[in-house]
């Protein structure tokens, strides 16, 4: 890991760790399917991309989105 980088296995814990600091900063998660399910309960903004569909990918993030 270079010098700098954080590494947190828990994508919960390491949100906290994140929110206490730096409380009025925006956040942005980039990763897979899991790490988006996982996190997508803390969110209050979503924003979609759309990727062009002949990008090789591992997993797909199908998340369900609530009607506020």
Do not use: W
């Not at 947190?8 to 206490?20: F, S, V, Y």
């Not at 009025?24 to 897979?32: A, E, F, I, W």
């Amino acid at each position: 890991v270079e010098e700098g980088i954080q590494v947190r296995h828990d994508p919960i814990e390491a949100l906290k760790e994140m929110k206490a600091a730096h409380r009025d900063k925006h956040m942005v998660v980039g990763g897979g399917g899991q790490i988006y399910k996982q996190l997508f309960p803390y969110c209050d903004r979503l924003y979609v991309t759309n990727v062009e569909p002949e990008v090789i990918r591992d997993s797909a993030a199908k998340i369900e989105i609530p009607q506020k």
